[in-house]
Structures are given as C-alpha cells and as structure tokens.
C-alpha cells in the first residue's frame, strides 16, 4: 500500500513535470511583448532625464545585486546548471523592481525627471503583471536553485540589515542602460529588428550600437 502510493505520487510529480516543460520553453507571449515593448519605448528616452537632469557624477544607493548586467547573466548561466530563462526573467523583475523604487525615492516632486520616472514604474508594473498571468502559478512555487535563491534573499532584506559593503553608488543613467540591456537579453524574441535577430546578450552588439545610442534623441 505504501509502495502504490509512492509510485502515485512520483507520478503526479512527473506529470506535473511535463507539463510545466512547454510553459519553460515557449516563446515570450504576444501580449508580453506589447507591454516590454512600451517599456523600451519609454527607456528610450533615458538619457534625456536620467543624466541631464541631474547634477555630473550623480549616484544612488542599490544593492551589490542590484547592479545587473549582461555579464552578471552570462556569469549565472555558466554556474548554475540547468537554469532556465524564466527564472532570469522572474529575478530581472525584481532587480529593476528595487532599482525604480530607489530613483524614484530621491527625486522630489518638482524634478524634471519625476513624471518620467513615474510613468516608467508603471509601464513596468504593467509589465510585470503580464508576466505573471502569462504564466501557472505552480512556476512562481517552484524552488529556486540555491545561488538565485541567495541573491533573492540578499534583495528582499531589509536595508538596515544590508552591510555597508553590499551597497553599491551608481548613476540613475548606468542602472537604466542596464535595465534596458537586460531586458533585451532575457526577451530577446521580442526585439525582433527587420535585418534579422540581434543576440542582445553579446557585449559587441552594445560596443557596435553605442554611437547610436549616444545621438541627441529627436
């Protein structure tokens, strides 16, 4: 009776394993799209207010994690075996969840860059809701592998429980230009341009497209 129930068990298990596998592989969501798509359009636009209106060598207080970049992604995909792409995606969430609070937190109500930043964590949030209907919630209950575990506890601690080696200084600019990189990297079918697909995770195609993106937007 014991083994019967066992052997039921595992198998629900494996079932629900199955099941899950098409939601872990399956292309970004059309309406998933549309939202980070508004995103980006929005962080277009981030130079303009998150460098010239602010005073020269202007920084913010994050978390060491909160610093996230294309190589934090490459470095996370190399030592932890296994990992899927939608679990990146659930931590870039809330990386740059904490990331516009904190610019938001040190912008008074006048600031030239306070609507813009405003509407910026709306269209995020909108985003991220998305993101969470597109998806059974089973995926949010899963475990997560132990070193993204860690830098989740790290983000949701509380700030005065955060050693002062954990913070980092960086610019509102820098934490955007990552933002939008990271996002490109970890939705990178959504970003489809018409001469084919750009592999927004390689370094070089951000070296190639930094005079560009350093033209006086019109």
């Not at 292309?27 to 130079?47: D, E, V």
């Not at 475990?143 to 601690?157: A, K, N, S, V, Y």
């Amino acid at each position: 009776m014991v083994q019967l129930s066992t052997s039921t068990y595992l198998l629900g298990c494996l079932l629900g394993l199955i099941q899950l596998v098409p939601v872990l592989m399956a292309p970004t969501p059309p309406s998933l799209c549309t939202a980070l798509k508004t995103l980006n359009g929005s962080l277009s636009h981030r130079r303009r207010y998150m460098k010239h209106n602010f005073p020269i060598n202007f920084t913010i207080r994050v978390h060491y994690e909160e610093v996230f970049r294309r190589s934090n992604i490459s470095r996370l995909k190399l030592h932890v075996e296994g990992l899927e792409e939608l679990v990146l995606q659930r931590l870039w969430f809330l990386v740059n969840q904490g990331v516009l609070k904190k610019v938001i937190r040190v912008l008074p109500e006048r600031h030239p860059s306070r609507s813009y930043t405003a509407e910026l964590e709306s269209r995020f949030r909108d985003a991220e809701g998305v993101f969470v209907q597109a998806h059974p919630s089973e995926v949010f209950q899963q475990d997560l592998p132990q070193r993204i575990q860690d830098i989740w506890d790290r983000l949701t601690e509380e700030p005065d429980k955060v050693p002062e080696s954990s913070w980092r200084f960086v610019s509102p600019k820098s934490l955007l230009d990552n933002f939008r990189r990271t996002m490109q990297c970890l939705f990178s079918d959504c970003f489809v341009s018409t001469d084919g697909q750009h592999d927004y995770c390689d370094i070089a195609h951000w070296r190639k497209g930094r005079k560009k993106d350093l033209q006086p937007e019109s």
